[in-house]
């Protein structure tokens, strides 16, 4: 696993000398509100961020990934001055090849074809601005193992819409469970956001959710 930070400021936000706990949630995933959580942490705000999500020429799904979650988070810190932004993407990558959410049947089951019986990467891009405008980010890569999947397998978990709205065409936290043989990396990064790494990010730019 490949974990890669990167700091920078960006000017536009007012700078603030207090400690804030508030944290708003630049995703529409629901998956992103439960994971955090998890660990305690409850968005003051959910912002979904609106960005084009159509990959450059030639750029990688790991780059892809960050380069989204940077976009979100610096399309929602604009309009939500002394809060912490957080925001996420996540990229299925089968060899090069990025794939996002499925637009529909067909499309979801060509993506389980392409993973059947093979070994995958799920990137993820986390990116959080502080009030102060810093921003952080960084990708965590996890590897995941299909194994071979029957007609009958893609049939039956198409017919379950589970796909509907995930990278890849799968969900690891649902019934596409059992096509998993091997993950080695962190889990809540393919379900949507590395617990792990956010706590990181967050406690590094001083977020501390709120006691009690
Ligand atoms: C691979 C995989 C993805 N996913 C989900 C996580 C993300 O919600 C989704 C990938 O799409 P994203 O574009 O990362 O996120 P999103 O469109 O759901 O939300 P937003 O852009 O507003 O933050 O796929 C799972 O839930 N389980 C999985 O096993």
């Not at 944290?23 to 629901?30: G, K, Q, R, T, Y």
Request: hydrophobic share 40%; proline share 4%.
């Amino acid at each position: 696993m490949v974990r890669v930070t990167s700091v920078l400021q960006i000017g536009s936000r007012h700078l603030s000398s207090h400690v804030s706990s508030k944290l708003v949630l630049a995703s529409a995933s629901p998956r992103r509100v439960e994971l955090l959580t998890q660990i305690g942490i409850t968005p003051a705000a959910i912002a979904p961020a609106d960005i084009d999500e159509t990959p450059l020429k030639d750029e990688s799904p790991r780059r892809l990934a960050l380069r989204l979650a940077e976009e979100k988070a610096k399309a929602v810190a604009d309009g939500h001055d002394g809060a912490y932004v957080l925001a996420a993407d996540t990229v299925v990558a089968c060899g090069q090849r990025a794939l996002g959410k499925p637009e529909d049947a067909a499309e979801a089951r060509k993506f389980l074809g392409m993973l059947s019986g093979r070994r995958h990467r799920v990137y993820g891009g986390i990116c959080v601005i502080a009030p102060d405008g810093t921003l952080r980010s960084r990708v965590v890569e996890t590897q995941v193992i299909f194994r071979s999947l029957n007609e009958g397998d893609i049939r039956r978990y198409l017919a379950s819409d589970e796909w509907q709205g995930k990278a890849g065409a799968y969900g690891i936290q649902g019934l596409a469970a059992v096509f998993i043989r091997q993950i080695s990396g962190s889990y809540s990064n393919v379900v949507g956001l590395s617990l792990y790494d956010t706590d990181a990010l967050l406690r590094g730019l001083g977020y501390f959710p709120e006691a009690g």
